[in-house]
Every structure is written in C-alpha cells, then in structure tokens.
C-alpha cells in the first residue's frame, strides 16, 4: 500500500511539473464560459483542455459563446431552454393569490353570468340528481344499520355527492375506475343495484367479493370499477399502469382515480403523477379535497396552495373547481376526459368540498371540529339542493317528483337490506380460494384446523355458516 501511494504521489508531482497546475484562479474566462485559467499552463494542454471542454459540454450551448458574456444568455437544457439571470433570486414557497376556483352555479343554484360549462341534458340531469338522492337515501340508512349493530363499517359520501355522480355522468362506461372508499356514487351511476351494495355490506353469497372485504369496500369487474382497498393511496400508481394499458392498446378509454387530500401527502401520490407524466398516460386524478384527513386539518398537512399547484410541478395539466358544484364538475371531468384520450396525457382535477358526515362510523367528528361549522356545510353548501335548484329552474323538477324519488328510494333500501340479512353466508372454504392455482401446505393446514375448530365449538359461530 506504501509503495503504491508514493508512485501515485510521485505521478502527481510529474503531471504538475508537466501542466503548470500551480494554482487554480476561480475567475471566469472572459472568452470562454466554460474554461477556467490556470497560471502558467502549458500551451499545449491549453489547446487540449479547451478541447476536451468543447466536448464535453456539446450538449449545453449557450446562445453567445464568444465576446463578452451576454447575462440573458440562454442554457439549452435537457427537457428545454432555460434563461440566466444575474439576480440571485428564490422561488416563492406560496404564491400571493392562490389558483382560483372554477365553478358554474352560486350558492342558490343560479347559472353564474358567462360562465362555460358542458351542455347537459334534461335525461342527464335528471338522472343525475336522482342518483345524488339515493345516494344521500343510501348513506343514511346504511349508516343507521351500522348504528343497529347490522353490519359492522360504514363510510359515507355525505356533502360530496356532486363529485360521485357529475363526476360519473362524464365518463364513458368503458372508462376504468379505480377508486379511494368514498365513491360508490359512480357505482351506483353505472348500475351497480341497491340489492348488491346491501349484499356487500353484509357480506352475503350474493356478494362480488365473497365477504371478504369490510363493507362499503365495494368492486365490479362488469362496471369497470376497481375493488376498494383502504390503503390510502396505493391505488394511483396502480391507476397510472391501467391507464398506460389502454394507451398501449389504442383504447378510446382513460382512468379515473380518486383520492382525498390526505393521500396526496403519500408519497404514491408523488410517485404515481411523476409516473403519469412521464408515461404520457391518459388519466384523470381527482382528488376530493374536503378539508380534513380523517382528524387532520389542511393547515397540519401543507403549506403549498392545495393539491392543484402540485400538478404543475410535476409537468400534469392541472384545475381547481367547486366540488359542490354539479355542473362544474360535469364540465370540467368532461374536458379533462378528452383531453386526457386525444392528447395522451394525465388531468389532476382537485375539487374542493366538505366531509359533512364522520371519516367512517368508527369516527366521531364533533372533537376535532365544530357542530357550527359542520352545519353550515350541510344546510347552506348542500351540493344536492344547489342543483335541485338548478334543475326547478329549468323546469324539469317538482315538490312532487322529489317526494316520489325519496319515498321509492328509501323503500328499496329497506327492502334491499332485509333481504341482504337473510342471504345465506359464503362457504368457510372461500377463505382459502381464489388466490393461488394450487393452495400451498400451510395454507391447507389452517383449513383444516379452522374446520376442526368450528366442530369443536360451535356454538361459538354462527349456525348458518357453512364449513
């Protein structure tokens, strides 16, 4: 080792000697930008160096390579020009005025004057403040059987149900939808029956899943729409390669993702957009921003402004709309849909609303923010009675339709959970199937020592449940 660093110092010693590497002078060649002088170098390892330099730096040119040095010159960069400037100056962390908020109907319901939305449709319309009813009717019965010790989880969709359903109406059924936990309303658009949310809740035969998910964890193969898991996040990424699928494929489809503001503090938000971006893939983020992840308020998650100006940071096409707002959300999931398919690129939408009801029913809202404010949401921001108003104007609604729509929708719910209750429950053996081709040894084991156990004790399990 010895010998071996004394050849290395006497090698240096000699390269000195040869070069003139003296002293470095930090001061900037005036002829070359890219060249520093050395004292006394050697002319011909000047002509060498400034060789090598040329080179080296061939894929960076400045706009005046020669002359005096030109401040306004301009780095040509990969991924695109970029100006110098003399000024030392840093990037506000905020901007002054924060991104404004797009929105088509006043808080009374009332087309705001030029404003730019989607045509809808009396059929549209309708159907879809219908379905923003039932799923209104849904959530509140649902969540009293949950109350009643009928199922043992709910979450529900109380003061966001313009994003679920506008957002719906928008999207094509062969569009891929995967969501957070609290969409059901684009189920329910896309004809998921009242008889299998209830099936699902109660985890029964009738059940896509089999009973093995908590309830309102709902999945439909034949709608498009992905299973519920209640990681928080995990499913952008996963949005991202379904939709890079269908650019691959030529499809005429995107993705739509869902999440809330408090996944986009998950580091797959930030994976999953740079993902997007990069893969040009066609889908459409859209995150309900309501103001409170579970306890935590916005002000404890960020300082930048919202979600929307994290779209441009990452290069993703990027709006910020009311989510209360039927008709807003309608338009802008309408454009962002084409765009998203025509231009190949991702849409981040980032709706701002408020979670009326508790984070699940395992929640109790009222310790971390005020009945007050809770209800001034409910009453005066009602995203359901805004658009009823929007729709009494046009002429298209009445006292008693409403009346019609409320009664049929809470009869079929009952209806729907008593018959869920006395479905007969999935086989114990569908714990262990639909995973691997051929179960493995341990797998078999606990099979069989689950079986031993029910016959062992049972009345400790249900009579109904078959081994």
Known sequence: MAFCMRISRNFIQTLKSKVGFCRLDLTPCLTSPCVQIFENPDPILQTNVARFTSRRFESIKAEERFGSVDHAQVLDFPGGKVAFTPQMEFLSESPEVRSPCYRVLDECGLSIEHSSFAEVSKEVAIKMYSDMVTLQTMDTIFYEAQRQGRISFYVTTIGEEAINIASAAALS?????????????????????????????????????????????????????????????????HAVGAAYSLKMDKKDACVATYFGDGGSSEGDFHAAL????????????????????????????????????????????????????????????????????????????????????????????TKYRSADEIECWRVERDPVSRFRRWIESNGWWCDETEMELRSSARKQLLHAIQVAEKAEKPPIRDLFTDVYDVPPTNLCEQEKLLEETIKRYPQEYPAHVSV
């Open 173 to 237: 059924i062969n569009d891929i939808v995967v969501p957070q936990y609290r969409e059901p309303g684009v189920l329910l658009w896309r004809g998921f029956t009242l008889q299998e949310f209830a099936n699902q809740c109660f985890g029964n035969k009738g059940d896509n899943g089999k009973g093995r998910q908590m309830p309102a964890h709902y999945g439909s193969n034949k709608h498009n729409y992905f299973t519920i898991a209640s990681t928080i996040a995990t499913q952008l990424p």
């Open 274 to 365: 740079n993902f997007a971006a990069v893969l040009e893939a066609p889908v459409i983020f859209i995150c309900r921003n309501n103001g409170w992840a579970i306890s935590t308020p916005l002000s404890d998650q960020f300082r930048s402004d919202g979600i929307v100006v994290r779209g441009k940071a990452y290069g993703v096409r990027s709006i910020r709309i009311d989510g209360n707002d039927a008709l807003a959300m309608y338009s802008a999931v309408h454009a962002a849909r084409k765009m998203a398919i025509s231009e190949s690129r991702p849409i981040l939408i980032e709706a701002l609303t408020y979670r009326v009801g508790h984070h699940t029913t395992s929640d109790d809202s």
